[in-house]
Each structure stands twice: as C-alpha cells, then as structure tokens.
C-alpha cells in the first residue's frame, strides 16, 4: 500500500519532535538549580515535588529518557531510508543522501536545538514537563530495570559503586562565596556583605579585632586613688582591666556601674574596687573568631583578655567585636576623633592613623594589604622596611602607595595612602 508524502512528512515530524522532547528533557531536568528546586519543595509547589521525586532516582531518569531518545533517533533514521528507497530507488547516492539528511535532522532539530533550549529555561521547562516524565518513567520502568542489569555489571567490574556520592559535588565555601556574589540582584547589598564576612570568620582570628594592648583603658591600682578614680570617672567604657605595677598581672575586670553604688557609700578605695572585680577570662590569640563567638556564649562571656604564647597580655576582645566584624561598624558610647575618615578623597588619598586596622582599611578602601603577618597598618610599614622609619619616606605594597608623613614615640602615627594606577612604572 502506497502512504501519501504527506503521511510520510507528518510521522517523521512527530519523531524527530518526541526525539526533541526526550533531548529537552533530559538538559533542563539535570541543569535545574538544586537549591532552588528545594526552596520550591518547601513552598510546597506541585510540580516542584514532582521533579524531585524523579531526580531522586537519577539513574532511572536518565536510562528513561536516554532509551526513548535513542529508540526514536533509530526510528527516524529508519524511515528516513525508507522514504528515500521508495521514492529515488536503493542506490548508493540514495542512501548517502539519506544518511545525511538523517544526520542533519537528528543533531539540528532532536539534538542540539532542544538541549540549548532547556539549558536556558530549565525551571520553566522541567516544573511544565514533570507531569508527563512521571508517567513515562512508569511505563518504561521494566525496560530501564532490564538495561541496568548490564549497566550495574559493568559498574561492579570496574569497581565503581554508582550509590555513592561524589565528594566533589558538595559545594565548598569558594562556591559559596561566588554563588552570593552572582546573586546580587535577589539579595540586599548589606546582607550580601554580612554573608561574606562570615564566610570569612573562619580564618579571622581574635588577634585581628581585639583592642590592642597600647589603646587599652585599664587601671593600676599602684595610682594614687585619686587618678584611679578620676580614670573611672571619665572612662568610656563599662568594663576596665585592673592591674598591680604590671599590666600583664590582671587582678579581674572591674563593672563601671559598680562604682556607682561604692561611691554612694563614700570615697573609693582600693579594698572596695578590688572587692567589685569578677574574675578575668584569658583567650590565647589565634583562637578563631568562630570560636570564639561560641566560647563567648558557653561562658556566658562578654569580654576575654587575650595573651599570647608566653602569658603575655596582648589586648581586649568583646562579644560587639566579632558582631561588628560581621555586621560592620555600628553606633557606641565611645567618640570618634578620626582626623583621617576612612575614605578616599578627591585626589584619590586617605590620611590614615598608624593604628588603623588592615583588616578595615582593605573593607573600606578596596585594597588588598597582606592580612597574614601584622594587624596594623603601622605594623605593616615595620615589617616591609625591617627599621622605625622616618617622616617622608615612601613605600609600595601591592597596589596602594604608602608615604609616611607622621613618626612618633618610634611607631607611624600618620600615613597616607594612594592606589597604583594600571601598569604603573615602577618604583625608583
């Protein structure tokens, strides 16, 4: 019996269109974004679940769709000669041209086309094409089950366990870090800043936001108690350190508001303040902000004491230092004196004081400055010159110009800052 070309056209359309949507398929089902596809579940979106349950059984999926691909291809293929024999005869440029055509047809219209296509629209095309795959996945559930016989020997006699998850396909904090990056446009700059700062806690230490030693407000009890109680008078701060003739023998930490109440009952004295001290808490100084965050709530801790390997005291960490280093900056009793605000100006300097944290500097101003070595931006200067420098005296670290304009008491107390520009000479 004849078929009409137009029979003939119709079925090979179809074909190569169900080859078309097995391609589509399989693409938008495997680039579908996972952590998006839970949030869906959570929402309890329909078609969400039901493409969860098939990517649960990816080796199902795959074999379902892989099959019915490869089943049309070779259908097509097969009428495609058929057609061209019955109508141009079984010659050798018929079939040549047949297999060409086939060819042409099968990468363009089944192959290549619908797999771009659910590469770009992977949400939109699996949540629409879930209902469809679920029932398929059924029907071809004993054909699938019969090839995975074969495909799980061959697994087992190449030693490789197909159940088992690949480490790799974890995400690693570089991953995560460049997935809050790339999203941007959904997430709020701030909260953006806010997850990076704790994707960075880990190799924050509290060496790099304690008080250092030579800004702290403390008290030694060798004062006169005059001078004691004029510096509680005018601290601004709750808790002060309490010392006898050395700083590094801390005799507790003393509560300001307690003060109030012994200077209710008359002069302070010495006996009185030392009776208001709670004990001191001691942190060695590369203990980990994590770490720290978590010590701080076990102990029920606001404030720790860091000393180094020897004993030695090396400055104050509080509980509002580690939530402004993931939070930023944010209003305190204690005043601002900056003279060098921590910004660029017109020209494209910052006058910076000698104690300014790297740490900050690299947040506000945008550089780069080495964060392994010294915490200061006067520690820096005294690393790279190996000698106290004098005032007028110039160096570069890695993109930014430092120029010493300050020198006091043998440490910098000004510096000013400048970026390089792009391809810049170098130095003389």
Not at 207 to 215: E, F, N
Request: proline residues 4%; negative net charge.
């Amino acid at each position: 019996m004849d078929i009409p070309v137009w029979m003939e056209a119709a079925g090979l359309a179809l074909l190569i269109a169900l080859s078309a949507f097995f391609s589509i398929a399989e693409t938008s089902m495997m680039a579908f974004n996972r952590y998006r596809l839970k949030a869906l579940v959570r929402a309890k979106n329909r078609s969400a679940i039901a493409v969860a349950k098939l990517l649960d059984h990816t080796d199902r999926l795959l074999g379902m769709v892989l099959i019915g691909n490869n089943l049309l291809n070779a259908a097509i293929s097969a009428l495609v000669t058929a057609i061209a024999i019955s109508h141009f005869g079984n010659t050798r440029g018929t079939l040549l041209v047949a297999t060409t055509t086939v060819a042409f047809c099968i990468v363009v219209f089944a192959e290549i086309t619908p797999k771009v296509i659910g590469a770009s629209f992977p949400e939109r095309i699996a949540l629409a094409i879930a209902f469809i795959l679920k029932p398929l996945s059924v029907v071809f559930q004993p054909i699938v089950w019969f090839i995975n016989l074969f495909t799980g020997g061959i697994l087992r006699l190449l030693r490789l366990d197909s159940g088992r998850t690949d480490e790799g396909s974890r995400i690693s904090p570089e991953e995560l870090r460049a997935l809050v990056l790339e999203s941007g446009h959904f997430i709020p700059k701030k909260h953006t800043s806010i997850l990076l700062n704790l994707l960075d806690l880990e190799s924050v230490t509290v060496s790099d936001v304690m008080t250092p030693r030579a800004l702290l407000e403390s008290i030694d009890l060798e004062d006169s108690i005059e001078l004691v109680t004029q510096r509680i008078s005018t601290s601004y701060h709750n808790k002060l350190p309490v010392y006898e003739g050395e700083i590094n023998k801390i005799l507790g930490i003393l509560h300001v508001r307690k003060c109030v109440a012994l200077l209710a009952e008359g002069p302070l004295t010495r006996e009185g303040i030392v009776a208001a001290l709670t004990e001191a808490y001691f942190v060695p100084a590369g203990t980990s902000v994590t770490q720290q965050l978590q010590y701080f709530q076990e102990q029920r801790q606001r404030l720790a004491v860091v000393v180094d390997e020897y004993g030695e005291l090396q400055g104050l960490v509080t509980l509002e230092d580690i939530v402004e280093e993931i939070v930023g900056e944010f209003t305190t009793s204690l005043p601002r004196v900056d003279v060098n605000p921590l910004d660029w100006d017109e020209s494209g300097e910052a006058l910076l004081d000698g104690k300014t944290a790297l740490r900050e500097i690299n947040r506000r101003l945008g550089l780069n400055l080495p964060l392994d070595g010294p915490n200061t931006l006067n520690g820096l200067i005294l690393e790279e010159l190996q000698e106290i420098p004098e005032a007028s005296v110039a160096l570069r670290v890695g993109d930014c110009v430092i120029e010493i304009v300050q020198v006091q008491n043998q440490a910098v107390r000004l510096a000013r800052l400048s970026r390089v520009p792009t391809n810049p000479r170098p130095l003389a």
